[in-house]
């Protein structure tokens, strides 16, 4: 069996997420080759030390530079705070590395255009970390809507709202600093922008407005000192695409209660798809036309018949979970660096999505419609 | 626009669900005869008085005879403690009047044999007050399980479960006393009872158990001195139906949270429905055999399309309540009334499920299956 | 007792509704004058007399001027497309009627303002139809939020969504004609508009998009001929308050598979609200800061605890019906009458969200934000 | 670290699910020794040839005493047809291996009380598959039943419901042979046995009854020859608990549209917890005595808070799968083995879920209560 070496930056939330799902991904999914996990990455290097232990690195490094730049790495996966990622991206492209950076793939669409066109040029794979994209039930909703079954479509909600910075006392964080690009909608909103690109292509122009809440915040768990907070912590869009309906997208950091609220609704003229992340494993679907007597929304839990979820389970009802969307990522990621295809949502989709954010900005501030060109 | 004089005893909860029903029935109803209220009584004469002045009656009384024996009475209704019904339900036949009992129509299945009889041979009409049956939702489910659309019934699963007397300071009351019947089994049980009846026909066979949970109550509302309980708190039974399939059967009264759970799933081999009263506009059909990537449980609203739903609102989606229920009871009597049509459920009914009760007791005693005969 | 004399104008969804509604708040409230229905007018005689017989007015006329000017009347009732609102209304206050009117109140802000304006100088009370608003939960919903249990408001989200033009071939009705006033916004977001100044107060500034998606329409029901449609079935807003909150209200006719979808949630920095009619006897809180891991959205369901649930039913679980809430509004509005109080929501309050509905449509035009003044 | 060997025997459902845990174990817990998976064994060569590859073992084998008496072996994990289980399961120990076998032990309680004996003389660990008591939220919930939080336990309802016999064309496979044990009460009902002794402990005594509802399947897939079914497809128990509560548990194969039912509520004098593994990150939570007017079921979503779940995620709101809760189990089961700990649920465990649902069998032979020795 082949195998892929990987050098993974980065020990915090994402970073174990990767090496879990790099690891399971090798063990899922038989036509792949198989990840081994090579070298671990942090500055803090006794977490690095912790971490190549716990998940077997062949070694680690306090040093990110070591990892781009080992000869027998394939692939570098960078989980690092987003302001760091134009760098690290850049220095493992250079290194002819394939690439799989966490979103958003940075602050500014601009430094993102840099970094897609030195990956384009160089020839490497690219991937971004946007993994709710990769639930069996959301590729199901896309060929579905594709193939014609909703008909027309005629209106998009989103939204992506969670509350960890509901409660003031919430510390400032990496996440609150404006150099590493908005707060709320790039944090989240960005989850939500990719899922109406993937279901429905392309959007057009933004109206947005941007909300700073709670305006200081601890400058660092349990401090008493209060640091002004220059980020958004609600975002809301008014939205046109490309195919000729409209629709919101909201973020949100404050929505008390709610812990993964990423949720949408599409309606077309045949028929409606309902989700939310809250429950993953559920997709509603209503068919416009049947029986008015016993017509509603379907309930429809992911099964084998929703692939790749059989590779995981042969049976239905059997839930998956966040780390295996994780690890369909990874394995998809793999597939394309083996057979030299495109990888998806690679760098350039990144691009596209941090365009629609940076165009927010643009359109929160100056108070009007932005076209998207 | 024909009337029929309504003579109603009992002001307490049913009391003015019966009051409110019958005018709300004349209302909504355009194809019957206008129920007009006539005379109120209670045992508690003051609050007779206050009943008559809010709902307008002719007139009150503390004395129930004065109501069966008003000439000018159509229909008498009984909304008093169920050790009460059989005397008043046989004195209001003996009278020639049509009569609307609330359910459970007596303690015991023989008593309520007798008045069945007294009831068939004055050729009165008879109304069991088994509300739940009403909501057009379930009509509809009984249609459609009568249609073969659930194929071959398998199994039947249906509870009544609430918690007002789960804490057990809640008080003694005359639900608590075994002259008038069982406890949890007669009080919440027979509606799971009469819906299951409904829905799939005649039982033929009980197994039940009886849990007295709560042993000791405060005597009345704040007592500190406790009266023993020697009624059951919890039924539980397993039974078998005359059409071939078997199904559990539950009623509890302290199902700590609950406050309507009257819940039932039938599966069969064709589909599926599952409805709770918690939810009581909603019910939920799976069709087997449809594409099982977008097949799931479907949530139906009521709508016009579930009649007689059209009669109070035209659009689809603008619930129905409690009441509206009730008052599509009163419509049905009077309208079996006005066309010399069988009623239902008619006492003959309310006693095949006293009968089932009865049988339960049995069961639970002798620890024994009973069949019914 | 008391008694008011009730003209009602109109005998399509909302007449059947109102002539209910009068005639269960004489039942169900026994503080209130009993309405009684008087005169029923509909440009269609034969309705008219159809209605009069079902819902016993004592006469019945084709010309609506007969029920204003009638001198034995108390209140007029106004249930007719939104367009013939102000000329009855005018005239009715003229007549010194209080009137009811169903909402929007008028096609236009300035209409609505000289209705306002003639109303008051007359000293008559009106009641605007929101009906939505006599929901116990959601008067629960204002007073927990006015009493500061969510601490401080975050953000509000707001959607009116049904799917009752969402098939191509629903024909073009009076709904559709813009003489009338927007579409969807005007029809069915009015009703959120009312919840959202109901809970958080004022709104100050708006930035609204408005869209035709369904260009055209049959002309009538079954018309090969089709009528272009110059109204929206889809309308977002992005809204700010005076109480410092953001947040979103939309109103859509197209929302396949939906019902009922009229739902909102508030965040605030100590819980959250969230509630959908399409399940009106819940609601959901949640409270910050308990125990982490007990803790979670409450599904809190009417009762008693929540009046006037308890004139209809005395117990939790029991649900109520649109009817019921229709009938609490009738009554509030007699009780108004009775002791000379301001009733609510009143002609100013549907001029408040009449406005906001025009500075809507002025923001969609103008593809700006819009102050409220 | 330290290394454990796994010896894996049958590469069906619940091969892949043993394989993908250990190596996901390994993973996701720092605290254990590293499981290797070193031989893997299945009758037929070639599933384990492939199986070998795509998990990584050492090598294969279709003779499984190879496994049992491969002395580098440290771990024999059972996943074959329950049937064959006492062979391994014996040969395994005999051998000295920790022996985990899926769920259930053996067809019956006299053979799994056999393989019990030797276990606990030969000193080894034994980890027996109720994998869903794995699932933090259950851990949780047996932790505050434990502490007191639900008060005294009045009633228990479980079920494990699916739907996968429910069409009539399902064929005959293993686990319709009665020398396998019963149908779906060893199958499913197991699990919800396992669940009510985790939470509410020992049972006292249970009443059964066993239906063979689908009389006869085709032979194999898609074979027009039909085999007669001699297991139960649906089985029905009122129990009684040794705390003093009684319930109910329930099994059924023909739950149409039920792909994973297993649920349980249970009420006590100060509260309620109901559940469902169809929601498998939800836990729903009543709290008697909060104020009523904003008090319901709180809906519990897993997060951090409910160990092991940080182990996974680091953040509330990502879900949990079925694998994942396979990976605790089999985590649970090395942390026991490193250090000499008693290991949950064991053998002994296992044939104590036995003697029940052979009682069950028994009460349902003699159609009379039995008393759990
Ligand atoms: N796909 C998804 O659902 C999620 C994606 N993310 C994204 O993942 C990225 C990382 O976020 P988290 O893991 O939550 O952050 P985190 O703060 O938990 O971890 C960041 C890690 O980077 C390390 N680090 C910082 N500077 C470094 C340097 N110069 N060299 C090497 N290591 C360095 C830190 O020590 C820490 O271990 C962000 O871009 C974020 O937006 C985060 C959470 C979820
Ligand atoms: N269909 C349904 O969903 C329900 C049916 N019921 C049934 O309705 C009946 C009454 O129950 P509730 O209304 O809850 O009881 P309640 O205790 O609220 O009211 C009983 C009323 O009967 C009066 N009463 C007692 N003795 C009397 C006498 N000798 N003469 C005249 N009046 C007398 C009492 O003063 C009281 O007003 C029972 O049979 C009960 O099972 C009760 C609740 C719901
Ligand atoms: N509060 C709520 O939830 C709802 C409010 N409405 C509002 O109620 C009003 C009426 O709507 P619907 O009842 O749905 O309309 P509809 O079309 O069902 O009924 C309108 C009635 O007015 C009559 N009418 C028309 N011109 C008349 C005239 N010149 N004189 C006398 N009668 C005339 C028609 O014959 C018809 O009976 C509208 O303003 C609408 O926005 C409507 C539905 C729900
Ligand atoms: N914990 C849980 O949730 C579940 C537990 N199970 C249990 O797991 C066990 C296996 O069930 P499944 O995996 O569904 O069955 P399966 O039929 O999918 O797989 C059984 C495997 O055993 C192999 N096998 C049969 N005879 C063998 C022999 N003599 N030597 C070596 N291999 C042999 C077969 O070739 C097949 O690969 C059963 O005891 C079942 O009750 C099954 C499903 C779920």
Chains 1, 2, 3, 4 share one sequence.
Not at 8 to 28: C, E, P, R, S
Not at 104 to 123: C, F, N, R, Y
Not at 231 to 256: P, Y
Not at 334 to 343: L, N, V
């Amino acid at each position: 069996m082949n195998t892929l070496k990987i050098g993974l930056i980065g020990t915090g939330f994402m970073g174990k997420a990767h090496a879990l799902a790099y690891q399971a991904a090798g063990n899922v999914f038989e036509d792949i080759s198989r990840p081994v996990l090579h070298k671990i990455a942090d500055i803090d290097g006794e977490r690095a030390r912790l971490f190549q232990r716990q998940f077997g690195f062949a070694s680690y490094t306090q040093d990110w530079q070591e990892v781009v730049n080992n000869p027998e790495i394939d692939i570098v996966s960078i989980t690092t705070p987003t302001l760091l990622h134009r760098e690290m991206a850049l220095a493992a492209i250079a290194a002819g590395k394939h690439v799989h950076c966490e979103k958003p793939l940075s602050p500014t669409a601009s430094e993102a255009w840099e970094i897609v066109q030195a990956a384009e040029k160089a020839g490497v794979r690219t991937q971004s970390g946007f993994n709710y994209l990769k639930n069996p039930l959301l590729k199901y909703a896309r060929d579905f809507i594709a193939s014609g079954e909703l008909g027309e479509i005629y209106a998009f909600n989103g939204i992506h709202a969670e509350d960890f910075m509901s409660d003031p006392l919430s510390p400032y964080s990496w996440r609150c600093d404006p150099a590493g690009g908005t707060g709320a909608l790039a944090d989240v909103g960005s989850h939500i922008i990719s899922i109406s690109r993937f279901l429905l292509g392309p959007l057009t122009s933004i109206f947005a407005q941007l909300d700073t809440v709670v305006k200081q915040r601890p400058a660092y768990p349990g401090a008493s000192e209060l640091k002004e907070i220059n980020v958004d912590d609600v975002a809301r869009m008014i939205v046109t695409f490309e195919r000729g309906c409209s629709g919101t997208i909201q973020a949100n950091w404050l929505a008390t209660g709610r812990k993964m609220q990423l949720e949408f609704e599409i309606s077309g003229s045949k028929g409606a798809l309902s989700f939310t992340q809250e429950r993953m494993n559920e997709l509603l679907y209503y068919k416009a036309g049947d029986d008015s007597r016993s017509n509603g929304f379907r309930l429809i839990e992911t099964g084998p018949q929703h692939p790749p979820y059989g590779e995981f389970c042969v049976a239905q009802g059997h839930h998956l979970g966040f780390n295996d969307i994780k690890t369909i990522e990874m394995a998809e990621f793999i597939r394309a660096i083996d057979r030299g295809e495109p990888s998806s949502p690679d760098f350039r989709e990144a691009w596209e999505i941090q365009k629609i954010i940076d165009i927010a900005v643009r359109s929160h501030r100056e108070r009007q419609w932005q076209i998207i060109s």
